[in-house]
């Protein structure tokens, strides 16, 4: 990923763990993370979308029923520009 990003003008990435405080699907923990932890004002419609593409091909592997697991530990990742 930070292949991707540091190509887009962003710095390395910084990795964070945090865990779903409820059993929820995959794409509704992508939209809380983007609505909590990022700022993707900068980023163009065809990157977010590979992250979100990435993000729930990843998450597919940890949901059971299609939902992540409350306690399930997922990263997210941060940058800043420049």
Do not use: C, H, K
Not at 53 to 76: C, N, P, T
């Amino acid at each position: 990923m930070n292949e991707l990003v540091t190509a887009a003008g962003f710095r390395a990435i910084n990795w964070v763990e945090i865990s779903p405080g409820a059993d929820m699907p995959a794409e509704q923990v992508w939209q809380s993370a983007v609505d909590s932890y990022y700022d993707v004002a900068l980023v163009g419609a065809q990157q977010l979308q590979r992250l979100r593409d990435e993000f729930l091909s990843q998450a597919e592997d940890l949901a059971a029923d299609g939902l992540l697991a409350y306690g399930a530990r997922m990263a997210i990742a941060t940058t800043r520009l420049g």
